[in-house]
């Protein structure tokens, strides 16, 4: 199996050689990660300016890395455009911060898998809590063994996972919708700081992602690439000639 990380963290990302180290047990790793930091980006690409591209020297026998100065989702399209590539498999992350609820709209993270969906690779993205990059990779085993028991991947290419500390267990969750308030902090001379507030409601519903992994459980969210609504689709459909 060929297997591309990638994150949103940067390849300085305290996580990357120990989730490259878990990943080679299931087959060859590449690693294609942006040179600093993109959370954020979202599934932006670079479509105007050239960007540098380079390979360097990773902390783990047998695995390549390359640099990528562009995003997340330009760093799986360069190792599958650029290098003419092909991968069995991608995963996104272990990033710091969940990605949850309206995140997703935003993550970088998330961008990178639904990049990889698009030339159709079966992705999925990881998170974990800041400060919770150890839990999350001992995680690895028993949230693959849940994907393996239950035939997750056939079932659906694309999954979004959240990985709490001191976790209770596995929930198949739906996306939420915002769980905070943005909130703009005046710095002086013009500048302002986004920041947040928590407006969590009904955080008994584990079916949803936010409520889920801040209860304290892994959280497992199957994605899809596709934006039309096909129930108003047949729905107005029928307009058509």
Known sequence: MKILITNDDSISSEVLVP????????????VVAPKYEQSGKSHSVNLREAFEVKEIAFDEPQVKAYTVDSTPADCVRFAVVGMQRTFDFVISGINRGFNIGGDMLYSGTLGAVFE?????MPAVALSTRSGGF???????????AFFDRHDLMKKNSLYNVNIPLHHKGIRITRMGGRYY????????????????RNIRTDPDDCTIDANAALSGYISVTPLMLARTNMTVFEELSKLNP
């Open 19 to 30: 989730l490259a180290r878990w990943a080679k047990q299931f087959g060859d790793v590449t």
């Open 116 to 120: 990889a969906a698009s030339f159709g």
């Open 134 to 144: 150890g839990e999350a990779v001992d995680a690895l085993d028993e949230i693959k």
């Open 181 to 196: 308030d943005d909130v703009f902090l005046p710095q002086g001379n013009d500048m302002y700081l986004a920041s947040y």
